[in-house]
C-alpha cells in the first residue's frame, strides 16, 4: 500500500469522512488517518466499497501511503487543533508536500500558516470548503488559497470532487496566502445575513400576520420556483412542513429561539469594520444572533418593556407577496455588502481575486447556492470593475421595482413591533448610499466645533477651522 494513495485525508468526523468518500467515489486513491484509530477502522469498514480508500493507524502509515509530493487534506476542529496537526505533521514531510486547511480558519491564522510552512520549504493552501455534510458527499463548493504551484497539485481532485453547475467546477484558484479562507468566510457572513433575512420575512408573516407554519411552507416552496430560487430558501419552506415527531406541533415551533454560532460571521464584520466598509446586513445578523441568545434577559423583558404587538393582526392581504419582493432587494444588498467586502480585502492584501469567478464557484455545492448568483456572474461579466452590485443595470431595477414593497414591509414591522434588523438596515444603507447628500455636513461641523476637527467646504478646496463660539471667522488649515 505505499505510495498509492494520490491524497491523504486527516481528521474523519463527518465532513472528513464525507469527503474521504466523496474522492473515493471518483476512483481518486484516499489514504485516511484519524488520531483514535478505532475510527478509522469503523469507517473502511463501512465505505471501503465507496472506491479506493486505504486506512492508516498512525501518521508514518499515512505518511508513507500517500504518493510524493504528498496531499495531505486537514479536516480537524479549526483553531488549535489545527496548528497541533500541523505540528505533528510539519518534522516528518519532506520539501514540497502540500497541506490544504479545509476547516473555516481564521484567514489571519492561514496567513501564519502559509509563512511559517513557507519557510520550512512546505507548501500549504487555506481552503475553505461549504456544503455541509451533503455537500462534502456529493459535491461541495471549494474556495483554495495559497501557493499556485501547490494548486497545480491539488486542483484536478479538487475540482472533480466539488459541485458542477453546467459543466463549470465549483472550485477555483482564488489567490495566495489566506484569500480562499477570507472568501469561505464572506461566505458565510452572506449565509447568515440570507438565513437572518429569511427568518425576519418568516416572522412577519407568521407572527405579524398570523400565517400558520404549514400555509408558509407553501409560500417558501412557491418562493422557491422564482427569482429567490435557493437552497436557504427551499430548505425552509421543507423545515416549515415538518411536524415534530413527538408532538405532532410545527417542529420550528418547538425549537429554543436562541442562535448560536461558531465564528465566521464575526469575523467577517468585524474585519468589514477594520475595512471600512458597510457590510451592515452581515453585521445585523450577528447582533441578531446575539440578542436571540439572550433568552433569560429576553424573557423577563418581554413582561416590563411596552411595545405593540406582535399580535398576528397584520393583514395578510398582499402582504406575502410585498415580503418576497423585500427580501429579495435587501438579499440584493446584503450581497452587494458582501462582494464589495471581497473588493476592499483583494485591495488591502494584495490577493486580485475574481469577484466573477467567486460568484460562479458559488453558485452550486455551498450553503448561499442558488439562481441569484448566476445574475451576480453576469453583472461582473458585464462590467468587472463594478464598484457597488446595486449600480448593476439587473440589480438596480429590480430593487427599484421592489423598493415600495420592501418600504411597506418595513413601515408594518416597524408599527407592529416586530424586529426586522437585517431588512431595515438593507433599506437604511440603500437609502444612505443613494443619497447625493447626508447629514454628514452637521456631524463635521460638532467635530469642528468641539474640536477643531476642520471641515471642507462645498465650494471651495482645503480644509477650513470655523471660531465658532468666539469671532465667527474662518481659518484655513491646510
Ligand atoms: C458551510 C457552512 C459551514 C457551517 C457554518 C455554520 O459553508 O458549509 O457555512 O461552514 O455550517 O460555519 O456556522 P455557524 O455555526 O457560525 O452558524
Not at 280 to 291: F, G, L
Not at 375 to 401: C, G, T, W
Amino acid at each position: 500500500m505505499t505510495d498509492t494513495a494520490h491524497i491523504g485525508v486527516i481528521g474523519m468526523a463527518v465532513m472528513g469522512q464525507n469527503l474521504a468518500r466523496n474522492i473515493a467515489s471518483h476512483g481518486i486513491p484516499v489514504a485516511v488517518y484519524n488520531r483514535t484509530s478505532a475510527r478509522t477502522a469503523e469507517f473502511v469498514e463501512a465505505h471501503g466499497g465507496d472506491g479506493p480508500i486505504v486506512g492508516t493507524e498512525t501518521i508514518e502509515e499515512l505518511l508513507a501511503a500517500v504518493e510524493r509530493p504528498r496531499r495531505l487534506l486537514l479536516m480537524v476542529k479549526a483553531g488549535a487543533g489545527t496548528d497541533a496537526v500541523i505540528a505533528e505533521l510539519s518534522d516528518r514531510l519532506d520539501a514540497g508536500d502540500i497541506i490544504i486547511d479545509g476547516g473555516n480558519a481564521h484567514f489571519a491564522d492561514t496567513r501564519r500558516r502559509e509563512r511559517e510552512l513557507t519557510s520550512r520549504g512546505l507548501r500549504f493552501l487555506g481552503t475553505g470548503i461549504s456544503g455541509g455534510e451533503e455537500g462534502a458527499l456529493h459535491g461541495p463548493s471549494i474556495m483554495p488559497g495559497g501557493r499556485a504551484d501547490a494548486y497545480e497539485e491539488v486542483g484536478e481532485a479538487l475540482e472533480t470532487i466539488a459541485a458542477q453547475v453546467d459543466g463549470t467546477p465549483c472550485c477555483t484558484y482564488l489567490g495566495p496566502d489566506g484569500a480562499g479562507h477570507y472568501v469561505k468566510m464572506v461566505h458565510n457572513g452572506i449565509e447568515y445575513a440570507d438565513m437572518q433575512l429569511i427568518a425576519e420575512s418568516y416572522d412577519v408573516l407568521r407572527h405579524g400576520a398570523g400565517l400558520s407554519t404549514d400555509a408558509l411552507a407553501d409560500v417558501f416552496a412557491d418562493w422557491n420556483a422564482g427569482d429567490l430560487e435557493s437552497f436557504l430558501i427551499e430548505i425552509t419552506a421543507d423545515i416549515l412542513g415538518t411536524a415534530d415527531p413527538r408532538t405532532g406541533e410545527p417542529m420550528v415551533d418547538m425549537i429554543v429561539d436562541e442562535a448560536s454560532q461558531k465564528g465566521t460571521g464575526r469575523w467577517t464584520a468585524q474585519l468589514a469594520l477594520e475595512l471600512g466598509v458597510p457590510s451592515t446586513a452581515i453585521t445585523e445578523a450577528v447582533y441578531a444572533r446575539v440578542v436571540s441568545s439572550r433568552n433569560a434577559q429576553r424573557h423577563h423583558a418581554a413582561s416590563v418593556l411596552r411595545g405593540p404587538g406582535p399580535d398576528g393582526s397584520i393583514a395578510a392581504d398582499g402582504l406575502v407577496d410585498d415580503v418576497r419582493a423585500a427580501l429579495y432587494a435587501a438579499k440584493i444588498v446584503a450581497y452587494a455588502q458582501g462582494f464589495e467586502q471581497l473588493a476592499a480585502a483583494t485591495a488591502e492584501y494584495d490577493w486580485d481575486l475574481d469577484l466573477g469567478s467567486i460568484a460562479t464557484i458559488w453558485r452550486g455545492g455551498c450553503i448561499i447556492r442558488a439562481k441569484f448568483l448566476d445574475r451576480i456572474k453576469q453583472a461582473y461579466d458585464r462590467a468587472p470593475d463594478l464598484d457597488n452590485l446595486l449600480l448593476d443595470d439587473y440589480f438596480r431595477s429590480r430593487v427599484a421595482e421592489g423598493q415600495d414593497a420592501w418600504r411597506r414591509v418595513v413601515t408594518t414591522a416597524v408599527a407592529s413591533g416586530i424586529a426586522v434588523p437585517a431588512l431595515s438596515s438593507a433599506l437604511s444603507y440603500y437609502d444612505g448610499v443613494r443619497r447625493e447628500r447626508l447629514p454628514a455636513n452637521l456631524i463635521q461641523a460638532q467635530r469642528d466645533y468641539f474640536g477643531a476637527h476642520t471641515y471642507h467646504r462645498t465650494d471651495d478646496a482645503g480644509a477650513y477651522h470655523l471660531r465658532w463660539t468666539t469671532d465667527g471667522s474662518e481659518e484655513s488649515r491646510d
